[in-house]
């Protein structure tokens, strides 16, 4: 804005309302001028006077312009400006393929690919000259030798999102929906609540530091609380949540004002009451203690499985893990890597775009450690990170993840609209709200079906793609099968861009520079390096 424009718009506005009662304000016309010019100029007064504002104030009325299109401006650039490819964290063809097979629409796409095939980083699958005609089941039992109840999970399963974070209705609408399609619905660290309840679909129990569903007064586990509800039938495994990839190292509250009581009988807190996360576990505070209590929850709920999940930080941390797994002889029975590129209600910047391992380096950790010490076939790997379609289920597999959890992907099923206001409790289509006049909008046996056919549809589209490349699973495919270019001349397969132990190979001492270096460092009696 220029100087000279600085009163424009209020000597416009003072003059547009002179000329109005000079020919008569009594007058029909005129009375309507005034509703609309009047206001205008008594706001331009007191942007004159006001002094919050900088830019109001030198530039009365028209200032006012900037907040209006701050405000509807990413609205406005999502569905206006972006092209099919640019958006972000997902971009609209992703948003377009999940809304149609939600819809159970074909999710076809006509006239060739709008991909560069020769950017540096394009990614394939090669596929077969003798293509399968079917398929195995695509499922995965999840309990190792210490488990007494191994539960068969679907490969694509609903990642951890919380009542209080998602409205009841789209709770309700995510478990009926895994229920009809059989698949287990993550409940998030807030606990199981009615609306996890009442559908009847299969649980993963999430357990964060707060120990919401399983505390006492002062906060910390509950072993009997715990019990109670890990021996329900609903409930198919327990996990521990250590960190998520959005916000890794980063605890959390839900302020008082925000507990209703149906919050509050899920979390098992006062109602008013701030519902705090801590950044780390009171239950344990080394690697051998977490697999203590790992195996003292098994133990609680009767023999279910039991994991944790992780976004990887330190590597030498989850090493001393896999050293504590060799001296105290307990294995979880699956652990889920979540990327950094992992979705969150909210958070801060630096976490969100800048702290912990991306999906893909997590994952070849974990994998790669549980090969190292001889133990991967005891331990199912499961992955989170905006994987929403067949080729990306099938690109994390080859590896080395076991299956697939994802939360995005099933809000975007719900209705979600990507207007990235989770925290403002304002989500405009009610998935992300506690408002109940939003959440109306949620119509639950619609969405659930919309969920059902979402992950019906997801699981086809990975059969087709395992199916062409020749396969009857997706534990057939290896780095080998997936080519990704590193230059406008060079291609190279992910078993010669990434690098795989040998089983047993870190108990054996590796050349590997970097496990070498990070195996030496991991400590099994504490989370801080042996040496630095």
């Known amino acids: 804005m220029q100087a000279r424009y600085r009163w424009t718009a209020l000597q ?49 009325i028209l200032g006012r312009f900037r907040y209006l299109i701050e405000a509807f401006g990413p609205a406005l650039h999502q569905y206006v400006v972006e092209s ?12 377009s393929l999940i809304y149609q097979r939600s819809k159970n629409i074909e999710g076809k796409k006509a006239f060739g690919t709008e991909l560069n095939v020769y950017a540096s980083d394009h990614l394939w699958l090669n596929h077969s000259m003798a293509p399968k005609s079917k398929s195995e089941e695509l499922r995965v039992t999840i309990g190792g030798p210490q488990c007494s109840q191994p539960y068969s999970a679907s490969i694509y399963n609903i990642s951890a999102m919380s009542f209080g974070s998602l409205s009841a209705n789209a709770i309700l609408a995510l478990n009926r929906g895994a229920k009809k399609g059989n698949f287990f619905h993550t409940t998030g660290e807030g606990g199981i609540s009615r609306y996890h309840r009442s559908p009847g679909g299969d649980l993963n129990w999430q357990i964060g530091s707060g120990y919401f569903g399983c505390r006492d007064s002062n906060g910390n586990f509950d072993p009997v609380a715990f019990a109670d509800q890990a021996k329900d039938d609903q409930v198919k495994m327990i996990e521990i949540k250590i960190s998520q990839g959005a916000k890794p190292g980063h605890g959390g509250i839900l302020p008082g004002g925000k507990v209703t009581a149906e919050i509050a009988e899920a979390r098992s807190v ?6 705090v996360s801590p950044p780390f576990h009171s239950a344990f505070s080394t690697p051998i203690e ?32 896999c050293k504590a797994m060799l001296k105290t002889k ?9 990327g950094a590129e992992g979705g969150t209600g909210a958070a801060p910047l630096e976490f969100t775009d800048r702290i912990g391992f991306p999906l893909k380096e997590g994952l070849l950790v974990v994998h790669n450690a549980l090969i190292g010490i001889g133990v991967r ?8 990170g905006k994987i929403v379609t067949g080729i990306g289920i099938a690109g994390v597999v080859a590896l080395g993840a076991d299956f697939v959890n994802t939360a995005r992907g099933f809000m975007f099923s719900l209705g979600c609209i990507q207007a990235q206001m989770c925290h403002t409790n304002h989500c405009p289509v009610g998935v992300a709200t506690q408002d109940e006049n939003l959440q109306k909008a949620l119509d639950v046996t619609d969405k659930s079906e919309r969920v059902y056919h979402f992950h019906q549809n997801t699981i086809l589209a990975l059969k087709e793609v395992i199916q062409a490349a020749g396969f009857n699973h997706p534990s057939q495919i290896k780095p080998c099968h997936l080519y990704q270019r590193q230059g406008p001349t060079t291609v190279k397969n992910y078993s010669e861009i990434y690098h795989f132990l040998q089983p047993g190979e870190l108990l054996a001492g590796t050349d590997n ?9 991991a400590n099994a009696n504490s989370f801080s390096p042996e040496t630095e």
């Not at 005129?30 to 504002?53: M, S």
């Not at 006062?270 to 519902?275: F, L, Q, S, V, W």
Request: charge should be positive; hydrophobic fraction near 45%.
């Open 270 to 275: 006062p109602i008013g009451t701030d519902c």
């Open 513 to 521: 520079p970097r496990f070498k270096k990070f195996w030496e460092m």
């Open 12 to 60: 416009v506005t003072a003059g547009i309302n002179l000329i109005i009662l000079l020919l008569g304000f009594w007058q029909p016309v005129c009375l309507l001028g005034l509703f609309v010019t009047a206001p205008l100029l008594g706001l331009g007064i007191y942007d004159l006077l006001q002094r919050k504002h900088s830019l109001p104030h030198n530039f009365p």
């Open 84 to 95: 099919n490819r640019d958006g972000a964290p997902f971009n609209r063809d992703l948003r």
């Open 377 to 384: 076939d005891k331990i199912r790997i499961g992955v989170s």
């Open 290 to 321: 977490l697999l203590e209590f790992i195996g003292r929850l098994r133990e609680l709920s009767g023999g279910k499985p039991v994991g944790f999940k992780i976004c990887i930080g330190h590597p030498w941390e989850f090493l001393g893990v």
């Open 330 to 338: 307990i294995y979880p029975d699956f652990i889920v890597v979540d």
